[in-house]
């Protein structure tokens, strides 16, 4: 029973885990007034019929902490690249010099730095939220290992295992939102 126990909390640590790495995931892409070449993941480029993710068909990186420079590997794509910019609709305008494309990034307006804070927010509430999730599923798991024959005094002991995981990766998600929350109000 004990190695059931076991099976059941590493499961909801995996789990929790995935939970916290989709957060960052979500994270990296708001945009915190400087630039970032994770700005572009979500771009698709049609790439001869195919859409194809824009780091797939250039070099992407920042100069200075105001400019996106996207150094297409093959020149006939400049075009198309700037075209799923303008398409993307990420408020910047790309500009291109027949080598590459410049995106130049604006500052933050503090309306707008407010409006990223509370999606950050929400982003980590519902991380919280799949957490807590995670954790009555481990509960319900418990409770079926008691109809089993799991000695009471060990399913109190696990629901206290996994309430301690919990704790932890719900302040590490604190952790995070406080750290982004610094990073875009920082001007």
């Given at each position: 029973?004990?190695?059931?126990?076991?099976?059941?909390?590493?499961?909801?640590?995996?789990?929790?885990?995935?939970?916290?790495?989709?957060?960052?995931?979500?994270?990296?892409?708001?945009?915190?007034?400087?630039?970032?070449?994770?700005?572009?993941?979500?771009i698709?480029?049609?790439?001869?019929?195919?859409?194809?993710?824009?780091?797939?068909?250039?070099?992407?990186?920042?100069?200075?902490?105001?400019?996106?420079?996207?150094?297409?590997?093959?020149?006939?794509?400049?075009?198309?690249?700037?075209?799923?910019?303008?398409?993307?609709?990420?408020?910047?305008?790309?500009?291109?010099?027949?080598?590459?494309?410049?995106?130049?990034?604006?500052?933050?307006?503090?309306?707008?730095?407010?409006?990223?804070?509370k999606?950050?927010?929400?982003?980590?509430?519902?991380?919280?939220?799949?957490?807590?999730?995670?954790?009555?599923?481990?509960?319900?798991?418990?409770k079926?290992?008691?109809?089993?024959?799991?000695?009471?005094?060990?399913?109190?002991?696990?629901?206290?295992?996994?309430?301690?995981?919990?704790?932890?990766?719900?302040?590490?998600?604190?952790?995070?939102?406080?750290?982004?929350?610094?990073?875009?109000?920082?001007?």
């Amino acid at each position: 029973m004990e190695e059931e126990v076991q099976i059941v909390l590493e499961d909801a640590r995996d789990k929790m885990n995935k939970a916290l790495g989709y957060l960052d995931l979500e994270m990296a892409k708001v945009r915190a007034g400087r630039a970032n070449p994770k700005m572009l993941d979500s771009i698709m480029v049609d790439y001869y019929g195919t859409p194809t993710p824009l780091s797939q068909v250039a070099n992407i990186n920042t100069p200075d902490p105001r400019t996106i420079a996207i150094q297409p590997w093959e020149k006939a794509m400049i075009a198309v690249i700037e075209k799923a910019i303008m398409a993307a609709n990420l408020g910047m305008n790309p500009d291109n010099n027949g080598e590459l494309v410049r995106i130049n990034v604006p500052p933050l307006t503090e309306e707008r730095r407010k409006d990223l804070v509370k999606q950050v927010k929400k982003l980590g509430e519902d991380a919280k939220v799949a957490i807590r999730n995670i954790r009555r599923d481990a509960n319900d798991e418990f409770k079926k290992l008691k109809k089993e024959g799991l000695a009471e005094d060990m399913e109190k002991d696990a629901l206290d295992r996994i309430q301690k995981i919990t704790d932890k990766f719900i302040g590490k998600v604190d952790e995070m939102l406080e750290k982004k929350e610094k990073e875009i109000l920082t001007v």
